[in-house]
């Protein structure tokens, strides 16, 4: 029982708690709206005390700060809104509306992209205690609105039962799934208030449907509405009634699903309206009848037109009859084929009679000459037949009032103007005449005539036109006339042309032109003309012969031009160009030079001829190889213009122009008229002033020999591009030799000649040209010597090729002087000065010695000498030269030895005393380049005096040829020499030779005497020959010295000779 209570008490808890809990509800999201649009979001509140109003407040977060609330607008509190949703809460573009005590929608009338965020209700407590929910939310999106909706302002008149069409754009670029709805609307303009009349609508589920006064025309198939391309929906009416006026316009929505499942319009649109009007059809008609006047003269145009005024005019069917004074005239049906009458069947065969359909309202009846039994009363009946509902057929008719037409007899009225292109022509132009004739209403015939200027002449028939434009022409000018001479036109029925082509003197006088009119009467087969007027006209032609004015004149602008320019000749022809009296042009030339200076006796050659044809033909005389004269002439054919480009030297002369007028008759042939021959003309061909400039800068220039100098020669400016240049070296001695020599010579092609003083100096191998640039040359000496120092400049000479491709000089020009000096060697040649005194023994041997301390280069080679001067007293005093040297006295030194620069032994500056053998005394040795020595062994008293070296320096100039440099000498050696007694044993002992004849050789003498006996008596054989020894020694100079020498090493080669030479 207990258990039973406690459940019953659970339950009633339950019960109340369920009762009392609040919840708050608000329209599911996400709610997908476009920028601009009207935006609802519904708010409801449940579970509160019975009998209390529900407040509600809206606010909304920001998805960049979705913590922090901006309140929009409450139920309760007035100024609730924050800043940035005061102003459109106070406007009501932000409101909200009750719809009961616990539901309420916020309403934004104008969304925009600001508003995107999190949207939240809430509701205040009513109940004093808190259970349940209060507020809830709802995410809205806002998008751009991409709709748009377009179609053609235009305004269209229409009548009942027409057919219409119009197009309208929608497209919209929504990234969302959305869905289009288009209708066709219509605005009654009488009831402006009264909302659009729906004609056919495409539905957001591609539904078509239709208002309802068009359901059923819809069904029917008047009605459409099609879907033409992704973006065009086109509206067809057929049979448009009157209900239909108004204005029309396309409107169109973007639909959304939201999230409950409920589609919403975001947007709609409507496109520019098209004003519609209808016209009701009425079936009356009426007839007018039209004609510009009414009173007519026979032989005139007679035009009546036939209009029916009514609507839809070419969807019936019409017939119209043409009625003269009760006669039927034609009849057009609907088909509009005319029925002539049988009165006029004979006129509109002949052309006389028009009957045609010239519009679906208008019917043309045209006469083309009115007769005088045409006047009468002119009617048109038209009938309209209709189809009845039941099918059969019905006629209404109609005919317009009597038109009355009066014509007049006919009566000429015609006048004539004789007009001419020229009252005075020259002879060979054409001469025409135009006669015309105003006012005529019946067909013309004419005839011209000429006499002479006084009309002492009778008239003269030249030709004559007939009525029916056939032409005749009289005898005498029938044969010209053949030949196209005179032409007779009728341009119009009342125009008439003579024209006289190639006109002589004796068409010279009055022209006449006589007109007649002509009427036609009767009917056929039975026609007669009668001539109802006649006029006549005068003109005098007067022909002026071209002999009288045919002059020829030649000129020219540039009497003297240069190589290359060019000139213009012309030639002017008086009177102008006739091609009946054409003009033949020759231009002559005679070339400068000629030894006839007078053009009488002068050859003048023709060039080219300008042919009476209009042809060119070339002469015998060519300018410019024919190939840079060009000829032309003026349209007129009153200017021949001779053309010379590039002139050269053939080109000059003089110039001549000749013409000859020619006649051409009527039966082709030509007859020449007169010859006139223009003014001389000289044209003069000078060569080009020249602009050569070569680089005038003087200039000094020091070299050492065996260098190698570099000479420029520059061109600083020249004539033209295509100059060419020959270079001519020049070399002046400084000697002050007379005339500069020539060293080379560089053609313009680049040929190298050398000049006689090359050959004469031997510079062939040396002297080098260069062209750096087309404007720098370069003469370059190798291995200078000395002999090359003078000064050195180049001669320029300036070539052109003249239009005819010869080369000529057109200027030359030398450059500035370049002083060379090319310099030896500075001589540094330095010998040992210092003096000493040599006391020997008798016997012994002396040693001098020379030592060259300094050089002038390194590869100098010596000629080295010795010197001995004998004196009674070797205390006296040596005459000394200026320089501190030993006097050079031939008559009292004497060459002691001599070794040439080319290591050779008595090749030096002198001659030795003693002879080269094997009992010289004399040894020669060089320790070093710089260090030699002699030696003479055996001294004796006569060896006794003043000693010196005398030292030559060579070098090898650039042509491999030895000169001497310099020459010294060194100090002097006094030399004494001590005598001794002399003995048996010192003469045996101190003699070599003898010593080795008396104790060494009888001993192998005998030893080779003994051999040849045993050698005799052993071997039986006789001999007769004898064995002969030799006494004597290899001598000193004979003995080829021991060289030490390097073909790469320049320096001399060290010689040692010594006594230990002797075998």
Request: charged letters at 25%.
């Amino acid at each position: 029982m207990a258990t039973g209570a406690l459940v019953l008490l659970a339950c009633a808890l339950l019960a109340g708690v369920a009762v009392a809990q609040r919840v708050v509800t608000v329209e599911s999201g996400p709610l997908i709206r476009t920028e601009g649009s009207h935006v609802t979001i519904w708010c409801n509140v449940t579970g509160y005390k019975d009998g209390v109003e529900q407040d509600f407040e809206w606010s909304m977060y920001l998805a960049a700060a979705q913590d922090r609330e901006i309140r929009i607008v409450s139920t309760a509190q007035p100024n609730y809104a924050y800043t940035v949703y005061a102003q459109r809460v106070n406007s009501k573009e932000i409101f909200v509306e009750r719809l009961s005590r616990d539901s309420a929608v916020l309403h934004i009338t104008k969304v925009q992209a600001g508003d995107q965020g999190l949207f939240e209700c809430y509701t205040p407590n009513t109940d004093g205690r808190y259970l349940g929910s209060y507020s809830a939310r709802t995410n809205v999106t806002v998008i751009a609105d991409s709709l748009t909706v377009t179609a053609p302002v235009q305004t269209l008149s229409k009548v009942e039962g027409d057919t219409l069409q119009l197009t309208c754009e929608v497209s919209r670029t929504t990234m969302q799934h959305t869905h289009l709805s288009v209708g066709w609307y219509l605005r009654s303009p009488e009831e402006a208030t009264a909302p659009p009349q729906e004609l056919v609508t495409l539905s957001r589920d591609f539904v078509l449907r239709s208002g309802g006064p068009y359901r059923q025309r819809m069904a029917a198939g008047d009605l459409r509405l099609d879907k033409t391309s992704a973006t065009s929906y086109r509206l067809t009416i057929h049979k448009l009634q009157p209900m239909d006026q108004g204005l029309l316009y396309c409107q169109a929505a973007e639909w959304i699903q939201d999230a409950d499942g409920s589609w919403f319009a975001m947007t709609r649109k409507q496109s520019d309206k098209t004003q519609l009007r209808i016209q009701p059809t009425d079936r009356d008609f009426s007839i007018q009848v039209n004609t510009e006047r009414r009173s007519f003269t026979a032989g005139e145009p007679l035009e009546l037109r036939c209009t029916i005024e009514a609507q839809n005019v070419p969807e019936r069917f019409f017939s119209v009859s043409w009625v003269f004074s009760s006669s039927p005239v034609a009849v057009v049906g609907p088909s509009a084929v005319p029925v002539l009458g049988p009165d006029y069947v004979a006129r509109e065969a002949a052309g006389h009679i028009t009957v045609r359909k010239e519009s679906p309202n208008v019917h043309l009846l045209k006469l083309q000459h009115l007769r005088p039994d045409d006047a009468g009363k002119y009617i048109c009946r038209v009938t309209e037949r209709e189809k009845t509902p039941t099918g059969d057929f019905i006629d209404r008719s109609k005919r317009s009032r009597n038109v009355q037409i009066t014509v007049l007899p006919l009566k000429s009225n015609i006048t004539i103007a004789l007009s001419l292109n020229s009252s005075e022509v020259l002879e060979g132009d054409a001469v025409q005449l135009t006669c015309s004739v105003q006012s005529t209403t019946g067909p013309l015939s004419v005839v011209w005539h000429r006499t002479d200027k006084q009309g002492n002449v009778p008239p003269e028939e030249l030709a004559s036109v007939d009525r029916d434009g056939t032409v005749w022409h009289s005898p005498a000018y029938r044969e010209r006339s053949s030949y196209g001479e005179i032409r007779v036109e009728k341009m119009r029925a009342d125009t008439f042309l003579l024209s006289l082509y190639n006109a002589l003197p004796g068409d010279e006088g009055q022209y006449l032109c006589v007109a007649t009119e002509w009427f036609q009467t009767g009917t056929e087969p039975e026609l007669t003309w009668e001539k109802i007027g006649e006029k006549t006209a005068t003109k005098t032609v007067t022909v002026k012969t071209v002999e009288s004015s045919f002059s020829v004149s030649a000129s020219s602008r540039t009497p003297s031009v240069t190589f290359g320019d060019s000139f213009d000749l012309l030639c002017l022809v008086k009177p102008r160009h006739n091609p009946r009296v054409p003009t033949s042009v020759t231009w002559r030339f005679m070339p400068a030079g000629s030894q006839a200076e007078d053009e009488e006796q002068g050859e003048f050659k023709d060039l080219v001829t300008f042919t009476r044809e209009g042809t060119l033909q070339w002469g015998e005389q060519l300018l410019g190889l024919g190939t840079r004269t060009t000829v032309d002439r003026s349209h007129s054919n009153t200017n021949f213009r001779l053309s010379v480009t590039r002139a050269g030297r053939r080109e000059a002369g003089k110039y001549q122009c000749s013409a000859i007028l020619w006649r051409r008759n009527y039966d082709n042939s030509w007859s020449r008229v007169a010859n006139r021959t223009s003014n001389l003309l000289g044209i003069s061909v000078l060569q080009p002033e020249s602009k050569l400039r070569v680089q005038k800068t003087n200039q000094s220039q020091v070299y050492p020999e065996d260098s190698r100098v570099r000479i420029n020669c520059t061109i600083a400016s020249q004539t033209s591009h295509d100059s060419q240049h020959a270079v001519l070296w020049y070399v002046r001695r400084a000697t002050g030799s007379e005339a500069d020599e020539l060293l080379l010579r560089i053609e313009r092609s680049g040929a190298f000649e050398y000049g006689a003083y090359a050959d004469e100096e031997r510079l062939r191998r040396r002297v080098q040209a260069e062209r750096l640039s087309p404007r720098s040359y370069v003469l370059t000496l190798n291995r200078a010597e000395s002999s090359d120092s003078g000064t050195y400049y180049c001669l320029v000479e300036e070539w052109l090729s003249d239009p005819d491709g010869a080369w000529y000089r057109l200027s030359r020009e030398a450059s500035g002087l370049t002083q060379v000096l090319v310099r030896q060697p500075e001589v540094r040649l330095q010998v040992e000065e210092l003096e000493s005194n040599v006391t020997v023994e008798e016997s012994d041997s002396i040693r001098l010695g020379c030592s060259i301390p300094s050089q002038s280069s390194r590869d100098s080679r010596f000629s080295v000498s010795w010197y001995v001067e004998h004196s009674q007293d070797v205390d006296v005093d040596v005459d000394e030269d200026e320089d501190g040297q030993p006097a050079e006295d031939e008559g009292k030194r004497e060459c002691v030895f001599s070794i040439g620069h080319d290591a050779v032994f008595g090749n030096g500056n002198c001659s030795p005393r003693e002879e080269a053998g094997p009992t010289s005394r004399l040894q020669f040795e060089r320790m070093a380049s710089d260090q030699y020595s002699l030696t003479i062994q055996g001294a004796r008293p006569t060896d006794a005096g003043r000693y010196y070296c005398h030292v030559e320096e060579w070098l090898l100039n650039p042509r491999n040829a030895w000169y001497r440099l310099a020459t010294n000498n060194s100090g002097f050696t006094i030399v004494n020499v001590l005598q001794q007694v002399s003995t048996m044993h010192m003469v045996v002992c101190s003699n070599e030779s003898l010593f080795y004849f008396v104790f060494f050789y009888p001993f192998p003498i005998f030893g080779i005497l003994l051999i040849a006996l045993l050698l005799v008596r052993y071997k039986g054989r006789s001999s007769s020959k004898s064995q002969e020894g030799k006494n004597g020694a290899p001598l000193l100079w004979i003995k080829e010295p021991h060289l030490s020498y390097s073909p790469t090493c320049l320096d001399p080669p060290a010689l040692s000779l010594h006594p230990g030479s002797v075998d």
